[in-house]
């Protein structure tokens, strides 16, 4: 049998192994070149079709997170993006070279050659997939991978097609620098981690720019796989990948071998992970523009922040170490507070000489929800109690020429309201007579404050209060009264510490200021709005750039310099505050402040504020939902949180002196303790008082100590006695207003009568103890007119106390309520259960003409 012939023998054969003619050649050459070549011409159609991307026409739309800084630089928070994640825009001359050459050796060497896709990238891939039946290596070039992350199509052929033609249209667009730029900013470089600038600062806590090249070649690796190498889930799979990415810069001549081998050897460290939740009240309260709810409507708001999404860098003024030590403060007095009812504690520390905020604490803890945490009491409105004294005060010296060693009555009181009567009362609840005003500010007694408040109507008060940024108080002087002294109105307590802040600048206000400064976003980065860095300790505040000269607040004189200072004297003054605070309280620190506290009617609102010759602190304490607390005052529930505080403060700004008085504008004279007139040789107790100049020279010579002759025997007054018989002594004397609670207090008040074994008195009726013919009596409370009313909740008996003014020499009087007498002796006051109905009510005596008749209801 004859063996098969071969398949090339034959005439078959023998035609296939005759080569081909020139002209067949030439067609399949053009055949195969046009099969090679139409992908590319239908890529290249498709790609001038194809739009460009709206975040890559648009170069302002970069969707970025907000980064906030303290006043040093450290971040205290970030914000994210719209798109949930962490983003910031770097642009690529900021990056550094070591993340570039990493980036291209990871994945691209042949970025700067190809045209947005890599026909030997495509083919080597292809090849590995058929020798291999797997994927071994991908195609993508990083501009292809930029494609896939501003348009995500599905991984299909078409959507293949559609990604590479986009791609060949970036490059179209875009110069290699420019889509290397938008790669490294939008592209993920970890979970929730948009960009590399993000990832760096997240992972390593620094700069791109500062990478080491173990670093840099480790952020190269994630956009591979983003999950897969995110190092929180452990480094180990990273660092392999980090390796080879090192490895293929070696092989590339992107890096040298001992470059290499010393990034193999550095391990992956990762920067510890911060709470990202520093100063969360501030930060809330600057991007929502809360800030400004004591500024002029309108008024421009220098420090203000913008809206979140125009903000890449927001850099506050607050200290970060103070704000997290004074966070710790106030959970530790709400906690120690706990057993007297108190939920809640803010503080917030200004810097004076700019109006920087230093530290905010808008609650104990923000994530408190029983204590209600997240409200924030530096914006709260809550009554500040004695807290606007000071300023009562200051206008008083101004307006009414007060000065500090002015007499003020403190004594029974009432005043008229559209409501009835309002009689204030003492925190101790007793009378002190007459106090001067030095002494009524630093204890802080409430009924002179109201009689001052009084004497300069309640409309003047509102109008200072206003310019000292207390706006809050809109309402009608009549809403408020006389009792807007003691805070019988709602503040913030950021206005309420700017306002101690002006007083502490010696009348300039500035308003507050918690930005130093801002950049919007990419790719302009400009720095729009700035100050100066803090002034030394003891200088001037800077003036700004001329440039800003237009939008930063110049201060604006509110009050008196020279009387400022005088209040600043007293509410340092330790001594003064001893009646009412005793030794050792919490405003007694081991250098100068000058303090006041305040309590809320009901106890629902502790503070106390004050100042340093650099810092205002001020704190409030209580409950977010207006609840009582378990009866303590401004000194025992704010205070030690203030002195906390205010040590926290002193360790950032060191504390010093105040500046002495000007000598120029005040004095400090001798006073008569008593009077605080210049005293005269019958005056026993005198001290020394600071006044302004003017003020000084205009002191009358004391008029309330007389020295009058009276009878040894029996210490009244002396008529023709024997000069034996008779002694001078020094003795009070007071004005109609304090007479009543002089004779109660005992004071030492000359007698009215003369002694029945002398002679008559020359120009006297003689002892019959009767009043000068003619001389007036009047009832001294209740004034015509008033309205009381009587709670139906109290069951205790519930009275007002009848008071009558009687001129010397009277011993006996009564009160005529209704038709019916009432006998009375000094003081002649007396206490009168409340009846419903209308009354009327006059008082005389025997030798006096009667007063006028008044009328008053009870219902």
């Given at each position: 049998?004859?063996?098969?012939s071969?398949?090339?023998t ?16 030439r ?9 090679a ?23 302002e ?10 006043r040093?630089g450290?971040?205290?928070?970030e ?13 690529l001359?900021?990056?550094?070279d ?5 980036l291209l050796?990871?994945e691209?060497?042949?970025f ?9 990238a ?11 039946r797997r994927?071994?290596s991908?195609?993508?070039?990083i ?5 896939r992350t ?6 299909t052929a078409?959507?293949?097609?559609g990604?590479?033609a986009?791609?060949?249209r970036?490059?179209?667009s ?7 730029e ?7 470089f970890?979970p929730?981690l ?12 620094k700069?791109?720019?500062d990478?080491s090249?173990a670093?840099?070649a480790?952020l190269?690796?994630?956009?591979r796989g ?5 190092p ?8 392999r ?5 090192l490895?293929?810069?070696?092989a ?11 990034a ?7 920067a ?5 939740l ?5 930060v809330r309260a600057v991007?929502?523009g809360a800030?400004?709810?004591g ?5 421009e ?5 913008p809206?979140?999404g ?20 106030a ?8 057993d ?19 530290a905010?604490?808008?609650?104990h ?6 204590g209600l945490?997240h409200?924030?009491?530096v914006?709260?409105?809550?009554q500040?109690g ?7 005060y200051?206008?008083?010296m101004e307006?009414l020429?007060f ?6 009555p ?5 005043f008229?309201?559209p ?7 003492n ?11 030095r ?5 802080s007694?409430?009924?002179p ?15 200072r209060l ?8 809109d309402?009608?002087p009549?809403r408020?009264g006389?009792?807007?002294?003691l805070g ?12 101690y802040?002006?007083l502490?600048?010696?009348g ?22 700035a100050v100066p860095a ?11 750039p ?16 020279a ?8 509410l340092?003054?330790?001594?003064a505050?001893l009646?009412?605070f005793?030794?050792?309280s ?30 205002t ?13 378990g009866g ?7 205070g ?6 205010m040590?926290a403060?002193a360790?950032v ?18 006073v ?10 019958a005056?026993?107790?005198r001290?020394?008082?600071l ?5 000084a ?8 100590h ?13 008529g023709?006695?024997?000069d ?9 004397r ?7 609670w ?8 000359a007698?009215d009568?003369?002694s ?6 020359p120009?006297?009726?003689g ?5 000068a013919?003619g001389a007036p009596?009047?009832?001294?409370y ?9 709670d139906p909740?109290?069951?205790s008996?519930?009275a007002?106390?009848?008071?009558a003014d ?9 009160f ?22 209308a009354?009327?009510?006059r008082?005389?005596a025997?030798g ?6 008044i ?5």
């Amino acid at each position: 049998m004859r063996a098969p012939s071969p398949p090339w023998t034959g005439r078959a054969g023998l035609a296939r192994l005759r080569p081909r003619s020139p002209r067949s050649l030439r067609r399949a050459a053009r055949l195969a070149l046009a099969a090679a070549v139409a992908p590319w011409l239908l890529l290249a159609f498709i790609a001038a079709l194809t739009p460009l991307p709206p975040e890559l026409r648009a170069a302002e739309d970069h969707a970025v997170s907000t980064v906030l800084y303290d006043r040093h630089g450290t971040v205290l928070r970030e914000l994210r993006a719209g798109d949930g994640a962490r983003a910031r825009w770097l642009p690529l001359a900021e990056a550094g070279d070591r993340i570039q050459r990493a980036l291209l050796a990871a994945e691209d060497r042949r970025f700067s050659l190809h045209p947005g896709v890599d026909p030997v990238a495509i083919a080597r891939a292809v090849g590995q997939l058929a020798a291999e039946r797997r994927v071994v290596s991908g195609a993508s070039t990083i501009t292809q991978q930029l494609a896939r992350t501003l348009v995500p199509r599905p991984r299909t052929a078409r959507g293949k097609l559609g990604e590479m033609a986009l791609a060949l249209r970036i490059e179209a667009s875009l110069s290699k620098r420019e889509i290397l730029e938008q790669y490294l900013n939008r592209v993920a470089f970890g979970p929730g981690l948009r960009g590399v600038e993000a990832a760096s600062r997240f992972y390593f806590d620094k700069p791109t720019a500062d990478l080491s090249l173990a670093e840099a070649a480790a952020l190269a690796s994630m956009p591979r796989g983003p999950a897969l190498y995110d190092p929180r889930r452990g480094t180990g799979p990273l660092e392999r990948r980090r390796n080879r990415v090192l490895d293929r810069m070696l092989a590339a001549g992107l890096a040298g071998e001992a470059e290499v081998a010393r990034a193999r050897a550095e391990p992956i460290a990762l920067a510890p992970r911060g709470s990202g939740l520093g100063a969360p009240h501030l930060v809330r309260a600057v991007l929502g523009g809360a800030l400004d709810g004591g500024a002029d409507p309108g008024a421009e708001r220098p420090g203000a922040a913008p809206s979140r999404g125009r903000a890449s860098a927001i850099t506050l003024t607050i200290d970060r170490g103070l704000q997290r030590e004074i966070e710790v403060l106030a959970q530790q007095t709400v906690r120690g507070l706990s057993d007297r009812d108190v939920g809640a504690a803010a503080v917030v520390v200004l810097e004076n000489a700019t109006g920087e905020i230093l530290a905010y604490v808008g609650s104990h803890d923000i994530d408190d929800a029983a204590g209600l945490g997240h409200n924030d009491g530096v914006l709260a409105l809550r009554q500040p109690g004695s807290a606007l004294k000071p300023f009562v005060y200051e206008l008083a010296m101004e307006r009414l020429g007060f000065t500090a060693a002015t007499v003020l009555p403190d004594v029974e009181l009432s005043f008229p309201t559209p409501d009835g009567s309002y009689a204030p009362r003492n925190y101790d609840g007793r009378f002190h007579g007459p106090v001067r005003l030095r002494d009524a500010l630093a204890s802080s007694y409430n009924v002179p404050a109201v009689w001052t408040a009084a004497a300069l109507g309640p409309e003047r008060v509102l109008d200072r209060l206003r310019e000292l940024g207390l706006r809050s108080l809109d309402g009608a002087p009549s809403r408020y009264g006389v009792a807007i002294a003691l805070g019988d109105g709602e503040v913030r307590l950021l206005d309420l510490a700017n306002a101690y802040a002006t007083l502490a600048r010696g009348g300039l206000y500035l308003p507050v200021r918690a930005v130093r400064e801002w950049t919007d976003a990419p790719p302009a980065a400009r720095v729009l709005d700035a100050v100066p860095a803090a002034p030394r300790e003891g200088s001037a505040p800077a003036e700004p750039p001329a440039a800003r000269a237009s939008s930063t607040p110049r201060g604006a004189r509110v009050l008196d310099a020279a009387r400022a200072r005088v209040v600043v004297d007293i509410l340092a003054d330790d001594k003064a505050r001893l009646a009412s605070f005793g030794e050792g309280s919490a405003l007694d620190l081991p250098f100068p402040v000058a303090a006041k506290t305040g309590t809320s009617k009901g106890f629902r609102d502790n503070i106390a504020v004050g100042f340093t010759p650099d810092v205002t602190v001020a704190v409030w304490v209580g409950n977010f939902d207006g609840s009582p607390m378990g009866g303590i005052s401004g000194i025992t529930g704010a205070g030690p949180l203030f002195r906390d505080a205010m040590l926290a403060a002193a360790r950032v700004r060191p504390p010093r002196p105040f500046d002495p008085p000007d000598p120029e504008q005040l004095a400090e004279i001798e006073v008569c303790s008593l009077s605080g007139m210049r005293p005269t040789a019958a005056c026993p107790h005198r001290r020394r008082e600071l006044l302004p100049r003017g003020d000084a020279a205009a002191i009358a010579p004391c008029d309330m100590h007389e020295a009058v002759r009276v009878d040894r025997r029996n210490g009244l007054r002396a008529g023709a006695c024997p000069d034996a018989a008779v002694e001078e002594r020094v003795f009070e004397r007071y004005d109609a207003e304090l007479t009543a609670w002089a004779r109660a207090a005992g004071r030492p008040v000359a007698p009215d009568e003369a002694s029945p074994l002398c002679g008559a008195l020359p120009g006297r009726d003689g002892a019959s103890g009767a009043a000068a013919p003619g001389a007036p009596v009047r009832v001294a409370y209740p004034p015509d007119g008033a309205r009381f009313v009587l709670d139906p909740s109290v069951n205790s008996l519930q009275a007002i106390r009848l008071r009558a003014d009687v001129p010397p020499g009277v011993r006996r009087a009564r009160f005529v309520l209704d038709g019916r007498p009432i006998e009375v002796g000094p003081p002649f006051a007396l206490d009168w259960p409340l009846v419903a109905g209308a009354h009327r009510l006059r008082v005389e005596a025997d030798g006096a003409s009667a007063g006028e008749e008044i009328a008053f209801s009870v219902e």
